[in-house]
């Protein structure tokens, strides 16, 4: 597989009902590489989302795959190549987890087509990708939390799209499985190039997983690049409405957000700002 | 987690639905269908003797025994018939609302259809058997939109319970809709009260015959439905993420589903309960796949209304027992065993 499918919004203004969610909003998301999406709550990061998988018919403006507007697109020419993992997707209950991830092979087949053998080999490697082969004949509402987590993972896996969008992959898990999702994600993106967008809560995580960083902040852009150049002090100040240091993560050299609360502050919070070991301040 | 290092080869045949299982059922099921269509000929509130069956169903209709077992062919025809759409309704209506309680009984789809062809009794003089199952559709088609449309008012859309509260305080009017109409109607009340309760001991080849197209499209429409309700089975952000158009695939489904319950009340009064308690029951046997799932639930509705038939014939000798009745008695603490047994969610 590879990936030089461009995903890119253009102009693109989103709300509902009364309300505008995102507002004229121009972003472009690098080929092959993993992209995250932060943000507060409510800044229009999962509406974003929506958008990307035309879940959501835009006000004005565009959301371009490969230069063609994915509303014009047929949806399943679209769910080839571009898959969405929603936040809380639903497990039918008693449902086995090769059923669950043989779903994912819907958009590759006709109404009247048969479960083929490429069918069988995309679900076979999902599985084998998020190490859930032992899992295939137990019942998904068993699984713990990360497993779970895995299998959703591999069904949108076995729908074998070069893009993949991921609304908040890490919520509802501990830290060692948010980890591990994160982890098996990169590895997805270095083995197969697949092209990985994320909404994530957690900005540190982001920062450190992410090449590519998305700020939004009331539905607009306050930027975009790698995590370096946008994880500032400044630009939590501004998305997050939080003080805070912002420091080289010593285990992996990427920024990391340490949030300056009014309690537990050795010294006073002016004195350091800027003067901390981050590069960009 | 470790990984067991076995080639990906082996593990293609792994993953490999458990089919056998599934087989087996299918087996199960159709030998208990074949048993029970074999008994409802043979078994009634007159005792006939063997001679008399086969005679009957060589077409002769000579003695008092022959004449009862030949109207018990028709009679087991539509029981089959009428069964299968109800069960396969009820399935695809779950499927369709994610709705562990949804049947056409419970969301008072047949009441639309049963009020519509009263009402179509009372004061349109409709009485060609084509126009009742074209008002009868109608009627459930509107009851299904009323019902849909109430359900999802208000925080958080149409969960089951909301949906389920809807459908029956929609039965429960328009059951008084048609206590009203009937009642001061001394002349057509018996006639409608036997259609109402539900029943197939009327029936005919005839009214089978004109059903049946409307139910073959109803049964095409759902099993071809079968794929995307799968998708939407995982939530409707997700069957979009896979291709679906979710508003045109529930449309569709819902349609084939109003087809074959609003087709099957036209000619059995409204039975309730065989579409909630068959695709329970099929979920068991061969799990959530809608693909197995819908035939599956069409055969075992078919055995359970002819099972429920025989025994009505069988229990009040010499009179009978309506099937309308008795999957009510079976139906109604079922029902209350779901809501007690599930997180009533969604699906």
Sequence with gaps: ?281 | MTSTGTAPAPDAALVRRPGPARVLWLLVVLAVLGALLATSVAIGSRGVGWADIVAALGGSSETIGEAAVTKRIPRTALAVVVGAALGLSGAVMQGVTRNPLADPGVLGINMGASLAVVAGFAWFGLFSETAIVWTAIAGAGVAAVFVYAVGSLGRGGPTPLKLALAGAATAAALTSFVTAITLPRGDIAESIQSWEIGGVGGATFDRIGTVLPFLLVGLAVSLLSARSLNSLALGDELAAGLGERVALVRGVAALGSVLLCGAATAVAGPIAFVGLVVPHLCRLLVGVDHRWLLPFSALTGAALLTAADVVGRVVARPGELDVGILTALIGAPFFIWIVRRQKVREL
């Design chain 1, 1 to 281: 597989m590879t990936t030089t499918h461009t995903l890119a919004a253009e102009k693109l203004t989103l709300g509902y009902g009364e309300r505008t969610v995102i507002e004229d909003l121009d972003l472009v998301v690098p080929p092959g590489r993993i992209t995250a999406i932060v943000g507060a709550n409510a800044c229009g990061k999962s509406t974003l989302l929506r958008a990307m998988t035309r879940l959501l018919a835009p006000r004005s403006g565009q959301v371009l795959l490969d230069g063609k507007a994915v509303h014009r697109l047929p949806a399943k020419e679209l769910a080839r190549t571009l898959g969405l993992l929603p936040q809380s997707p639903i497990a039918p209950e008693g449902i086995t987890v090769a059923d669950l991830v043989g779903r994912g092979r819907n958009p590759h087949q006709g109404v009247f087509s048969r479960w083929s053998r490429e069918d069988d080999a995309a679900v076979a490697a999902a599985l084998e990708a998020t190490q859930t082969t032992e899992l295939a004949d137990r019942a998904v509402d068993e699984l713990s939390g990360g497993q779970r987590q895995r299998v959703w993972i591999a069904m949108a896996l076995a729908q074998q799209t070069d893009l993949l969008l991921l609304d908040e992959p890490t919520t509802f898990l501990d830290v060692s499985h948010q980890i591990e999702v994160l982890d098996l994600l990169t590895d997805l993106n270095r083995a197969r190039g697949t092209t990985i967008v994320m909404v994530l809560h957690d900005l540190n995580l982001a920062a450190r997983y992410a090449d590519h960083l998305v700020a939004l902040t009331e539905g607009q852009l306050h930027a975009a690049g790698s995590p370096s150049d946008v994880l500032t002090e400044e630009c939590v100040r501004v998305v997050f409405g939080l003080d805070s240091r912002v420091v080289v993560d010593p285990t992996s050299g990427r920024p990391l957000m340490l949030p300056l609360g009014r309690h537990h502050v050795r010294e006073p919070a002016g004195a350091s700002a800027g003067d901390g070991a981050a590069g960009p301040a």
